[in-house]
Antibody, heavy 117, light 110 residues
Framework: EVQLVESGGGLVQPGRSLRLSCAAS????????MHWARQVPGKGLEWVSG????????GYAASVKGRFTISRDNAKNSLQLQMNSLRPEDTASYFC??????????WGQGTMVTVSS | QSALTQPRSVSGSPGQSVTISCTVA?????????VSWYQQHPGKVPKLIIY???ERPSGVPGRFSGSKSGNTASLTISGLQADDEADYYC??????????FGGGTKLSVL
């Protein structure tokens, strides 16, 4: 069974940093692209960042580019999102996603990030 | 990044068919190739129901179908059931290793 378990969320002050992690299991991790998306409670989905299986291709939403960094460790079946210079508008639930065929096949349960003073 | 426009809400009665549209600006049509659709029930994580415009993952009922014409992709749900009441999001690859979601459509089953 495919499992994606996010961790690292929490309450952080504006301007500070947070690092999210995603532990993957149940599939061959280094065969698939991985992504992060976020959702403000009660609002729509926003794609945040994606990384190809070999880290050769990486993309970011304009809203986070220059502040967030995605990375993966295929040896450890893990995905990370380093979030710097956090803003109140970054407050959302962040989902780790297994990619497939340019779509988002399996979603983790999400980890909540709250940016507030 | 291109924006995808969806109706905020649609509704239908059990047994009927409903169609949810997803429109991209004409200037962005060239990258409007890999369209996917997601169903999200309240309090649940999104579920992939359509990828590559019209393909269904295994386990997704045939009542869900996707199509595309020009700058508009569509999700059609036939034989509407109470459990289909949910939010639906379209998503498209936008080029440059970027993706974009539509704003979401709330489907009400009357």
């Amino acid at each position: 069974e495919v499992q994606l378990v996010e961790s690292g969320g929490g309450l952080v002050q504006p301007g500070r940093s947070l690092r999210l992690s995603c532990a993957a299991s149940g599939f061959t991790f280094d065969d698939f692209a991985m992504h992060w998306a976020r959702q403000v409670p009660g609002k729509g989905l926003e794609w945040v960042s994606g990384i190809s299986w070999n880290s050769a291709s990486i993309g970011y939403a304009a809203s986070v580019k220059g502040r967030f960094t995605i990375s993966r460790d295929n040896a450890k079946n893990s995905l990370q999102l380093q979030m710097n210079s956090l803003r109140p508008e970054d407050t959302a639930s962040y989902f780790c996603i297994k990619g497939t065929r340019d779509a988002f096949e399996i979603w983790g349960q999400g980890t909540m990030v709250t940016v507030s003073s | 990044q291109s924006a995808l426009t969806q109706p905020r809400s649609v509704s239908g009665s059990p047994g009927q068919s409903v169609t949810i549209s997803c429109t991209v600006a004409a200037s962005d049509v060239a990258e409007f190739i890999y369209v996917s659709w997601y169903q999200q029930h309240p309090g649940k994580v999104p579920k992939l129901i359509i990828y590559d415009v019209l393909e269904r993952p295994s386990g997704v009922p045939g009542r869900f179908s996707g199509s595309k014409s020009g700058n508009t992709a569509s999700l059609t749900i036939s034989g509407l059931q109470a459990d289909d009441e949910a939010d639906y999001y379209c998503c498209s690859y936008a080029g440059g290793y970027n993706w974009v979601f539509g704003g979401g459509t709330k489907l009400s089953v009357l």
